[in-house]
């Protein structure tokens, strides 16, 4: 309790006591959701043990078979404030995902723009485009910066860091360092030197 105090103001503290009780009310098995929230599809959404949030995140499961669950997310995963999560197909994120404020991830686009058969009409207006979805595979201890963006069909790999600002659009490998747009390693960890090397492409 004196840690608690030390770390936050009174009124601080109080609206922690309010968040913890309302997450054991209405989120059983989560370690504490700060509100507001704001939660969409809630039955296609699949939170593991020790969930946490912080304030304004926001998720969104439109299922395309309005039955599956679209949102997995693993155990002891912690996402900051204003995070914002869209699935229609699959997003998973594995346990000990750690996801720093502002982050978007989405397996979705209006429209497809991949220069193939599928592509949309930029005539038409970006609502009205069909959807568009690729699995997006979030691998356990991965650590997302601020204001990092997860596109669609990419898969993180176990351990890797990606650095803030950073737009994920394509697969990045397990235990490495990636920065930029689009993001690129530019550093693995050697178990072997138990050192973070410069990335060899």
């Keep these: 309790m004196k840690r608690y105090l030390t770390i936050y103001t009174f009124r601080g503290f109080l609206k922690l006591i309010v968040n913890t009780i309302r997450t054991r009310l209405f989120y059983p098995g989560a370690k504490i959701i ?28 439109y299922p395309v078979d309005n039955k599956s669950i679209t949102i997995n997310i693993g155990n002891d995963v912690q996402i900051n404030d204003y995070v914002h999560i869209t699935g229609i197909k699959h997003v998973f994120i ?6 720093a404020s502002k982050v978007y991830i989405s397996d979705s686009s ?20 069909p959807l568009f979805a690729k699995q997006v595979n979030i691998k356990k201890n991965v650590w997302l910066g601020e204001f990092v963006s997860v596109l669609p069909g990419v898969t993180i790999g176990e351990g890797t860091i990606v650095g803030a600002n950073a737009v994920v659009t394509k697969d990045l490998p397990d235990y490495v360092i990636a920065i930029g747009i689009p993001a ?18």
């Design 34 to 61: 700060r509100f507001p929230f704001d939660i969409r599809g809630r039955k296609f959404i699949k939170f593991g043990a020790g969930f946490t949030t912080g304030i304004g995140c926001r998720l969104e499961a």
């Design 94 to 99: 594995g346990d000990n995902v750690l996801i």
């Design 110 to 129: 209006h429209g497809s723009y991949s220069n193939d058969d599928f592509d949309s009409n930029p005539q038409m207006a970006p609502a009205d485009r």
């Design 184 to 201: 690129k390693p530019i550093k693995k960890y050697n178990f072997n030197s138990q050192r973070w090397e410069k990335y060899q492409f």
